[in-house]
Antibody
Framework: QVQLVESGGGLVKPGGSLRLSCATS????????MGWIRQAPGKGLEWLSY????????YYADSVKGRFTISRDNAQNSLSLQMNSLRAEDTAVYYC????????????????WGQGTLVTVSS | SYELTQPPSVSVSPGQTASIACSGD??????ASWYQQKPGQSPVVVIF???KRPSGIPERFSGSNSGNTATLTIRGTQAMDEADYYC??????????FGGGTKLTVL
């Protein structure tokens, strides 16, 4: 069965860095776009980034552009999110999720989500 | 950037029909999806590509999308449907975007 398992969260000081990982199994990662989404405590879902199946296309939300870097290793069935220059407002549960949909990317939605990993940015 | 707007809360009596709206500029020309999130859990897709229901999602969940509004409808609402619901779409300027979420209360 499809599984997405995030890791790497924790407590980090403002200005610090953290690298999140998402281990995938149960499906051929190389066939799917993947994304990262976060949810601040008591708040809604915020999409952060996506990466195409081959890694050739990457997109970021304005809130993390220039600070976060998404990457993937299809051979290792993993997805990563490198987070630099962290701020208090980056405190959230971070989810990796698999995109699915039709022929056009505009039809994509998230069909599987990980359980999330908590990142706390505080001094 | 593209934005999706949802009401913060919707209330419904058990057995009645709940409707949750999601508005965005020309949203009807895009695909809308809906996610249910219960406390402490990851989101689950309940409607994708406007009207499609994943396997395992009850038939009481349905979706529509026209004009500037997508709507999630839950017929015969049950207590177990109490959750936060988020709409989502894809826009060329912002890639994936979520609505702010709607808390559905069944009382």
């Amino acid at each position: 069965q499809v599984q997405l398992v995030e890791s790497g969260g924790g407590l980090v000081k403002p200005g610090g860095s953290l690298r999140l990982s998402c281990a995938t199994s149960g499906f051929p990662l190389h066939d799917y776009y993947m994304g990262w989404i976060r949810q601040a405590p008591g708040k809604g879902l915020e999409w952060l980034s996506y990466i195409s199946s081959t890694g050739s296309t990457i997109y970021y939300a304005d809130s993390v552009k220039g600070r976060f870097t998404i990457s993937r290793d299809n051979a290792q069935n993993s997805l990563s999110l490198q987070m630099n220059s962290l701020r208090a407002e980056d405190t959230a549960v971070y989810y990796c999720a698999r995109y699915n949909g039709g022929v056009i990317v505009e039809s994509y939605y998230f069909d599987y989500w990980g359980q999330g990993t908590l990142v706390t940015v505080s001094s | 950037s593209y934005e999706l707007t949802q009401p913060p809360s919707v209330s419904v009596s058990p057995g009645q029909t709940a409707s949750i709206a999601c508005s965005g500029d020309k949203l009807g020309e895009k695909y809308a999806s809906w996610y249910q999130q219960k406390p402490g859990q990851s989101p689950v897709v309940v409607i994708f590509q406007d009207t499609k229901r994943p396997s395992g999602i009850p038939e009481r969940f349905s979706g529509s999308n026209s004009g500037n509004t997508a709507t999630l409808t839950i017929r015969g609402t049950q207590a177990m449907d109490e959750a936060d619901y988020y709409c989502q779409a894809w826009d060329s300027s912002t890639a994936t975007v979520f609505g702010g979420g709607t808390k559905l209360t069944v009382l």
